[in-house]
């Protein structure tokens, strides 16, 4: 079946840190890979996505490129902002639904 | 545009008792998506439908859940009766995108969070 596994938080950066989150997946076909967004008191929210193979998805100043040969989708931030600290969720399409990962804690401090 | 709503946001009950949840989707959303996310985990899906129809409920524990999509719009979700390791956060979701095709993006309400004692 398909999972999704996420490194384990949570993640503490100053801010303007760069930031990696890795995500690793398990899949039959071709899915779709996303990343999802939950700030604090907040519902998840889409924050990037890619739909084939060396897609590259950009969103608020991150970015995730989908490796087949690795079957990765790591989630990348040049400069950290307190804003940003947020749980950080990376998800696989399945036939009709999304299938999470356990989620990433990202805490950023002044 | 008005997001998912979802209510109520909290709720504690004692095991045994029952609950439901509510949950309104984007208007004109077809698909409507049921999470279970437990502390610490991800979310799981419990239940779709397509319109009024269940497509995917194979997750649902059906002895003592259920759910429903009356004329294809708002949806109720009941656990009755509820359990300690029911005790999570329950999360609606919907989508544009209908059966069949590549996942589009799913929008979530803020969740209703429940508590067993």
């Known amino acids: 079946g398909n999972s999704v596994t996420q490194m384990e938080g949570p993640v503490t950066l100053s801010e303007e840190a760069f930031l990696t989150i890795n995500c690793t997946y398990t899949?039959?076909?071709?899915?779709?890979l996303f990343w999802y967004v939950q700030y604090p008191g907040e519902g998840l929210q889409l924050l990037l996505k890619?739909?084939?193979?060396?897609d590259k998805g950009s969103n608020k100043g991150f970015e995730a490129t989908y490796r087949k040969e690795t079957t990765s989708f790591h989630l990348e931030k040049g400069s950290v902002q307190v804003s940003d600290s947020a749980v950080y969720f990376c998800a696989l399409s399945g036939y009709s639904t999304l299938t999470f990962g356990k989620g990433t804690m990202l805490l950023v401090s002044p | 545009e008005a997001g998912v709503a979802q209510s109520p946001r909290y709720k504690i009950i004692e095991k045994r008792q029952s609950v439901a949840f509510w949950c309104n989707p984007i208007s004109g959303h077809a698909t409507l998506y049921w999470y279970q996310q437990i502390l610490g985990q991800g979310p799981k899906l419990l239940i779709q439908?397509?319109?009024?129809?269940?497509?995917?409920d194979s997750q649902l524990p059906k002895d003592r859940f259920s759910a429903e999509r009356l004329k294809g719009v708002d949806s109720t979700l009941k656990i009755q009766p509820a359990k300690l390791e029911d005790s999570a956060v329950y999360l609606c979701a919907s989508s544009a995108v209908g059966t069949g095709e590549s996942t589009g993006e799913l929008f979530f309400g803020e969740g209703s969070r429940l508590t067993v004692l």
């Open positions: 890619a739909t084939k193979a060396d």
């Open positions: 899949a039959t076909g071709y899915p779709s």
């Open positions: 439908f397509q319109n009024n129809g269940v497509v995917d």
